[in-house]
């Protein structure tokens, strides 16, 4: 699901492909270039946490490729079958797959070959056949007439119509499923299977139209278990995505009050059946070194439909502006380079006619102007592609420094230490905290104990009898038991005494 249909362009032009005729061998050494080259460009584009392991991959695809393709063990295969069936398995849209098949089984007027269509369903059925599916999906002699009968002519868009509008060829009836499986292989549902009991399952989900509630993963489903009241027999619903229970009780109120308005079918895109006509540039520029990129056209818009060694460039030109705003991502670069050199010969043409006596421009000097304008552009171009890798670095090591900052063993072991020191410190003070109370209370005990000595004190004193004529030396008294109550407010206050109580 990480290589698409234009990396797989790509890798065809980088390896010479393009320029091969259909019916031409490949041997297994060139193949297992192709195939690594496809893994490689996919590393470059990947982050380094997220590289694949190209040998084991390029084996993997290679293999599997020599198993459908190479029965007789010849160890070589025809450059149409590793056309269509790269075409085929990669991810992209199913519009801009047919486009590419489409344009390598018609000629150059736009209209469908039927004999290269019995080819190209000879070998996509062989992808199934690799799997012992062919039983199910085999070819018979005469099936491309049954789709689309030969007297008529057939263009892009009866060939997109007819293989796009359901239930559509009943051969080729699993490549819609296989494009949608490619799609959903990464899609999380968080709920739990109803047969196996697994949580957070991927790929598709059914849902029993009969029992509440009744949700099952694909392996259930397609194995045919089942658990409870539920039947094989039962209606289920195809889900490739996960929507809570409130937003689905949500959108059921909305739809039942009329405020979300029908889904309508989308049609399908319409593109010219007539192909565009080209700009030969040969006798003026020659040959563009630069690469393509993600498969994206070099040189400007070209048609879909012409032969030789530029339908792969052809097909994605034209692909590309079917896709509204995506047709301009590759090709507007290119393309305006080429208005520019032509307004710039253009403009010397005129000028030289003007002049009297003028003659006509050297090609050799018009080939040496447009080789440097070339260069360059292509020094422009690296000086841009080398400080948007540096920003990429750079960016990247940030985010490495902050992934691996959080995870280091010794701040790690820091931290627990100073939540620890932390707990610690706070049972400590707590502690205190509970002494002090208690030495405020034993305080306040000490303090009540105190006032109230001092209110007894002068009633305990010795008085004189009141038939004697004397009195008592109330000031010596009086002293006397202030010095007793000091004494005892000592003692009583003494640290040995607090810390006794």
Not at 248 to 268: A, T
Request: net charge positive; with cysteine; charged share 20%.
């Amino acid at each position: 699901h990480l290589v698409d249909i234009w990396n797989v362009i790509e890798a065809f032009r980088e390896n010479g492909l393009n320029t091969l005729e259909p019916q031409n061998e490949v041997s297994v050494s060139r193949l297992e270039t192709l195939v690594s080259s496809l893994y490689h460009n996919l590393n470059k584009r990947l982050p380094p946490t997220q590289q694949v392991h190209v040998d084991s991959k390029a084996s993997l695809l290679l293999n599997w490729l020599l198993a459908a393709y190479s029965g007789d063990n010849s160890g070589k295969i025809r450059v149409f079958s590793i056309k269509v069936a790269l075409a085929i398995m990669c991810a992209g849209k199913m519009v801009d797959k047919l486009r590419y098949i489409f344009s390598q089984i018609s000629d150059g007027a736009g209209q469908l070959i039927h004999w290269k269509l019995g080819d190209f369903l000879r070998e996509v059925l062989a992808l199934p056949a690799a799997v012992f599916e062919s039983p199910t999906f085999f070819y018979k002699e005469g099936l491309e007439s049954e789709i689309f009968p030969v007297e008529n002519k057939i263009t892009v868009n009866d060939f997109m119509t007819g293989f796009m509008t359901e239930p559509g060829p009943a051969c080729l009836v699993w490549m819609p499923l296989l494009h949608r499986l490619a799609t959903v292989e990464s899609v999380v549902h968080p709920t739990v299977c109803s047969v196996c009991m697994r949580e957070n399952f991927t790929g598709f989900r059914y849902r029993c139209q009969r029992c509440h509630g009744y949700q099952l993963c694909q392996d259930c489903f397609w194995q045919g278990r089942v658990s409870l009241n539920h039947q094989n027999d039962h209606e289920v619903k195809e889900y490739s995505s996960y929507k809570s229970p409130s937003k689905q009780i949500g959108h059921s109120l909305r739809k039942s009050f009329r405020c979300v308005p029908d889904k309508q079918i989308q049609p399908l895109p319409r593109f010219p059946e007539q192909p565009e006509k080209t700009l030969n540039l040969s006798h003026i520029v020659p040959p563009s070194p630069l690469p393509s990129h993600n498969g994206f056209p070099d040189g400007g818009i070209p048609g879909l439909y012409d032969r030789s060694s530029t339908l792969d460039s052809r097909a994605t030109g034209l692909s590309l502006d079917s896709n509204g705003t995506s047709g301009t991502r590759g090709a507007v670069n290119s393309n305006d380079e080429e208005h520019r050199l032509i307004a710039r010969y253009a403009a010397r043409l005129a000028q030289e006619s003007r002049t009297p006596g003028g003659s006509a421009p050297d090609p050799v000097q018009i080939g040496l102007d447009s080789s440097r304008a070339q260069r360059e552009l292509i020094m422009q171009l690296e000086s841009k592609n080398k400080e948007i890798m540096r920003e990429i670095q750079k960016l990247r090591r940030q985010q490495e420094a902050e992934q691996v900052a959080p995870e280091s063993p010794a701040l790690m072991n820091e931290l627990r230490a100073l939540r620890q020191r932390k707990g610690e410190l706070e049972g400590h003070l707590g502690a205190l905290q509970d002494s002090r109370r208690q030495l405020m209370a034993q305080l306040e005990g000490l303090m009540r104990m105190l006032k109230n000595h001092q209110t007894q004190s002068p009633r305990s004193t010795p008085n004189s009898s009141p038939r004697s004529g004397k009195s008592p030396p109330i000031p010596q008294g009086k002293g006397r038991t202030e010095g007793v109550t000091q004494q005892t407010n000592r003692r009583l206050l003494s640290p040995a005494v607090l810390l006794s109580l």
